[in-house]
């Protein structure tokens, strides 16, 4: 067993009978005592223990709880080209800066031409460019040679280029519903709900590989002091799901993940999986630096 004291500038507890602390002990990570210094000591008695100093001048918090979220997708996506208004941390700690006009969204594009066979962006609000959505011609100003595929921040529609149009045999004769289609009847290059189908070769386009998307997810959470995350609607079968719970049971993923599967049934099969579940251990200790400093 291995007993450590840590000790901090202060320890905020949601505890009304000990409302902030300086000291916790933590015994094979489950929080063992929380007070002063001293009470801590005392508590403890003749146990052996080691002390830990690395937040002696940081303020300690609980870990927040996320309890709406899809961890793997939003994963997925913040790996994408951001095209939104808003700045954005990704996993890898860059903080993509927001494009405020078409202008500067076809610009982000730009930057990573040549990188893949499809540009790949996400973030995208006509809601802060006067109602206007990104048109078929706006794409193919970032390239006439590589597709261009951008989602929208609802993720309920996406605008391509030219390009991948052609890839994917989408032009006027083109009858699905939610394929929008100018004056003279031609696809301006946003499609709606089940059309996306017709321009993405899969929905892994948007959320990448399952264990890339479940790690930046989790780190995502780990930025902002969440240490129990939630992934709802969850769609992983097969291999997908047992790399699934592979990684997020690994001992050092930094956050515990509730999941709760897309009633879908399991491709080949009839059964649906179970309703709910927990991955990774339930009573780890786990706390968020705070990165103020001490309370005043």
Known sequence: MSLTVYRASEIITLDS??????????????????????????ALGDQTYSTDLRFQHDVIVPGFIEAHGHLSIDGGLGQLVWTGLDDRARADG????????????????????????TIVGYGFDPVFHGGRG?????????????????ANASLHLVYVNSVQM????????????????????QPTGEFHE????????????????????????AELLRQVGVTSGSDL?????????????????????????????????????????????TFAPFARATAHVSPWGPSS
């Open 94 to 117: 860059v903080v993509a800066s927001g494009c405020r006009t078409v202008e500067e969204v076809l610009d982000r594009l730009r930057e990573h031409v040549g990188e893949k066979d």
């Open 233 to 277: 609607a969850l769609f992983a079968a097969g291999e997908d799901f047992e790399t699934y719970a592979r990684v997020t049971n690994e001992d050092s993923f930094p956050v515990r993940v509730f999941y709760s599967p897309t009633p879908r049934p399991c491709p080949g099969t009839s059964r649906r999986p179970r309703s709910s579940s």
């Open 17 to 42: 009978n000990c409302p902030v602390a300086d000291t916790v002990a933590v015994l094979d990570e489950r929080i063992l005592h929380v007070g002063t210094y001293e009470q801590v000591v005392e």
């Open 194 to 217: 089940t059309a996306m189908g017709l321009v993405l070769d899969s929905m892994s386009v948007l959320t990448g590989e399952v264990e890339g998307a479940v790690r930046a997810g």
């Open 134 to 150: 990104l048109r078929r011609e706006d794409l193919d100003r970032v390239s006439t040679t590589q597709g261009v595929l951008v």
């Open 166 to 185: 052609q890839r994917k045999g989408v032009d006027a004769s083109t009858t699905h519903e939610g394929v929008m289609k100018d004056a003279n009847g």
